[in-house]
């Protein structure tokens, strides 16, 4: 509760609003519950009533994940890749998240901390410097890491984007967090990595630019289809994946990728365009995450352009109002992963990320997986809480609880990565 507390505070004017919303969501939403009036519930937001009535959620229909611009069906792997697949990452680039710069001048990695028995003995702790070139200026921000001691092999390793207090990933120990329990994972058998995205593109909407966006690519500020905050975040986690491949000690074919909320959002971008990253599990991402945006149910893409307009590119405020005009919704993002295991939370306490349309958007990407032959086991209907579904490259469950990415979760993460590596 203190984590979530103190993100909320680090998270600026954001968390005035959000914190009264989901107060709104946990305190009136089980008195509505029991009153049975669950069916009419709706919350008021920035001016725009919030639905949580799966009885007025609209008609509609999604793009058809497979079928090309030319209205081709896709059949075949090939044909996935070599014309839908660039397809669809164009239209993500366009309309939401922005083109990320394809080059840079240089790129510098420096540990600047080492330590081979941290963790009483169990981990060797490294600190890097990683430091961007482009047109003379640069951009430097840190990553912690933690490898097993305990292995034969280069350890396979799970990145988390750190979207909270960097206390959650304390170097030290000293501050120890269930946001990124990094003893567990060691223990695991993984290493555990992480940055703060605000380290590359701060978290408001005031000074988001001050970081790579003006220092390295300026243009993009200029453009309708400019990278914005959640594009530089996954832009980063790229350069992660660099850094990786120059460790020994790193298996660089096992990286996983992981997000909460905004970082869920950034963890599904950034796999979706960086195929190097081997898995991605995205915690609670709602809206422009994994949940579909048509059924605009919860936070809906007019609330967060609204509230969080810097993660996007301006060309996304065009659909705040028209959303059956996005020539996309998310479960083409989830197909982007394909081949590669995805797992998506929920939870119970947090609906307004819409927990049904992130689970219907997997379903909805199974036709991607289905052409790589990739079993994908996800039942027609919503599973039951605390029910995960493991055994599926594409992975899932609906927790109890609040919008969090707590120890439930990573025991999960850890189940899903042992079983898709084969460890
Ligand atoms: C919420 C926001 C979500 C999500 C979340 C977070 O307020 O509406 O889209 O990203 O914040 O990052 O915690």
């Not at 009533?49 to 030319?70: K, R, W």
Request: hydrophobic share 40%.
């Amino acid at each position: 509760m203190m984590n979530r507390l103190k993100s909320f505070v680090q998270g600026g004017n954001w968390c005035f609003n959000e914190c009264m919303k989901r107060a709104l969501v946990c305190f009136i939403g089980p008195v509505f519950l029991s009153a049975g009036v669950y069916a009419q519930q709706t919350d008021r937001f920035m001016g725009e009533i919030v639905n949580y009535d799966e009885s007025t959620v609209p008609a509609y229909t999604l793009p058809d994940i497979l079928l090309t611009a030319e209205g081709k069906k896709i059949k075949a792997v090939s044909a996935w890749e070599k014309h839908r697949r660039p397809e669809v990452l164009a239209l993500f680039e366009e309309h939401v998240y922005g083109k990320t710069p394809a080059r840079f001048d240089s790129l510098k990695f420096v540990v600047t901390k080492e330590n081979v028995v941290a963790m009483a003995g169990k981990a060797y702790l490294k600190e890097i410097t990683i430091t961007a070139w482009n047109s003379g200026n640069s951009v430097s921000f840190p990553v912690v890491l933690f490898i097993p001691n305990k292995r034969t092999k280069p350890a396979p390793v799970f990145l988390l984007i750190n979207n909270r207090s960097s206390r959650n990933t304390d170097p030290t120990r000293i501050e120890k967090s269930d946001f990124w329990p990094a003893e567990m994972v060691i223990d695991s058998g993984y290493a555990i990595a992480a940055f703060h995205h605000s380290d590359v593109a701060p978290d408001r909407k005031d000074s988001y630019q001050n970081g790579v966006l003006k220092q390295l690519f300026p243009e993009e500020l200029e453009k309708d289809n400019g990278m914005k905050a959640i594009g530089v975040w996954a832009w980063a986690a790229s350069r992660v994946m660099d850094y990786f491949k120059t460790d020994k000690e790193i298996d660089s074919g096992k990286v996983v990728l992981v997000g909460h909320s905004r970082g869920g959002k950034t963890a599904l971008w950034a796999a979706a365009q960086d195929q190097r990253f081997a898995m991605v599990l995205s915690s609670c991402s709602g809206s422009t995450g994994a949940s579909l945006a048509r059924r605009k149910y919860g936070e809906t893409i007019s609330l967060i352009n609204k509230q969080f307009g810097y993660w996007f590119n301006n060309n996304y405020k065009k659909y705040s109002n028209d959303v059956n005009s996005l020539p996309l919704d998310q479960h083409m993002l989830i197909g982007l992963v394909a081949p590669r295991p995805v797992y998506t939370t929920n939870a119970t306490e947090d609906r307004w990320a819409d927990p049904y349309g992130s689970f219907s958007s997997l379903v909805q990407a199974k036709p991607v997986y289905d052409l790589y032959g990739k079993k994908v086991t996800l039942p027609a209907n919503m599973p039951g809480v605390n029910k995960p579904i493991i055994h599926s490259a594409i992975g899932y469950h609906f927790r109890e609880g609040k919008h969090d990415l707590n120890i439930y979760d990573w025991t999960n993460f850890i189940r899903f990565a042992k079983l898709h590596f084969n460890l």
